[in-house]
């Protein structure tokens, strides 16, 4: 299968959409290789609180993990910007439990049973105070819960360019106040932590861009929507942080 680098314009799901991507997480879903035919898979919802529900035997375990939504949305008010907030906040504290099951175990370990995704590592940002678990993919569902990583770039702390993408209203809030020369880290599920440097920062049009997947060293590349304060999400403009290994 040819790698296509056109980059489309995307929705609320996500900060980029390559066309690869959408035919990677399609052919996943229908369980077929990358580049064969599919058909078009229906909405699979990874949330504790989506429709899908939990297993009756599993329901008891996050009725407290209920409780905590509804107060939080009780108190940002109704609407559908306070359901994304609570949802990143508490989505974090699952995906925190895992990230440390994960480097306790050596294996992926998912936040809840039903999940699509699982930690692959974790960011963070000591000057913005700014700590969070990343994820594997960057499809609008996973995103919804935390960081995600781009499936065809490197993994985050290893050599190579790792590209993450998250929202610029919740978990990449924080690079609006990211400047050149401030450091970032990546702790991996062995425990190292990889330091980087920030080094530049862009506004590009998402039907432009091109990022490298190779890197002759270990390069953290973050991708969110622009600007920060946007009315309306699904813009094509996208900050860009591209940070090198100190």
Same mark, same amino acid.
């Given at each position: /299968?040819?790698?296509?680098?056109?980059? +489309?314009?995307?929705?609320?799901?996500?900060?980029?959409? !390559?066309?690869?991507?959408?035919?990677?997480?399609?052919?996943?879903?229908?369980?077929?290789?990358?580049?064969?035919?599919?058909?078009?898979?229906?909405?699979?919802?990874?949330?504790?609180?989506?429709?899908?529900?939990?297993?009756?035997? *599993? @329901?008891?375990?996050?009725?407290?993990?209920?409780?905590?939504?509804?107060?939080?949305?009780?108190? !940002?008010?109704?609407?559908?910007?306070?359901?994304?907030?609570?949802?990143?906040?508490?989505?974090?504290?699952?995906?925190?439990?895992?990230?440390?099951?994960?480097?306790?175990?050596?294996?992926?370990?998912?936040?809840?049973? !039903?999940?699509?995704?699982? %930690?692959?590592?974790?960011?963070?940002?000591?000057?913005?105070?700014?700590? /969070?678990?990343?994820? +594997?993919?960057?499809?609008?569902?996973?995103?919804?819960?935390?960081?995600?990583?781009?499936?065809?770039?490197?993994? %985050?702390?290893?050599?190579?360019?790792?590209?993450?993408?998250?929202?610029?209203?919740?978990?990449?809030?924080? *690079?609006?106040?990211?400047? =050149?020369?401030?450091?970032?880290?990546?702790?991996?599920?062995?425990?190292?932590?990889?330091?980087? @440097?920030?080094?530049? /920062?862009?506004? +590009?049009? +998402?039907?432009?861009?091109?990022?490298? =997947?190779?890197?002759?060293?270990?390069?953290?590349? *973050?991708?969110?929507?622009?600007?920060?304060?946007?009315?309306? %999400?699904?813009?094509?403009? @996208?900050?860009?942080?591209?940070?090198?290994?100190?």
């Amino acid at each position: /299968m040819s790698v296509r680098t056109h980059w +489309a314009p995307a929705d609320r799901g996500g900060s980029f959409g !390559w066309n690869t991507l959408r035919d990677l997480a399609r052919a996943e879903c229908e369980g077929a290789a990358p580049g064969t035919e599919f058909r078009a898979c229906g909405p699979a919802e990874s949330s504790p609180l989506g429709r899908r529900g939990a297993p009756r035997s *599993l @329901r008891p375990r996050y009725v407290r993990l209920i409780v905590v939504v509804l107060s939080a949305v009780g108190t !940002w008010g109704i609407g559908g910007a306070a359901y994304i907030h609570a949802k990143a906040a508490v989505g974090q504290w699952l995906l925190e439990r895992a990230w440390q099951q994960t480097r306790l175990t050596g294996a992926p370990v998912k936040p809840w049973p !039903w999940a699509d995704t699982y %930690p692959v590592g974790r960011l963070i940002a000591p000057t913005q105070h700014v700590a /969070m678990v990343v994820l +594997a993919g960057a499809s609008g569902r996973t995103l919804a819960w935390g960081p995600g990583h781009l499936d065809d770039s490197a993994l %985050p702390g290893s050599a190579g360019n790792s590209v993450l993408s998250a929202h610029r209203d919740t978990h990449f809030a924080f *690079l609006r106040e990211l400047e =050149r020369g401030d450091t970032l880290i990546v702790e991996t599920a062995d425990g190292t932590r990889r330091h980087y @440097r920030v080094r530049a /920062m862009q506004i +590009a049009d +998402a039907r432009d861009i091109r990022i490298p =997947r190779d890197s002759e060293r270990s390069r953290l590349t *973050l991708v969110t929507c622009y600007p920060f304060d946007a009315v309306r %999400p699904g813009g094509p403009l @996208r900050y860009i942080v591209v940070a090198d290994a100190a």
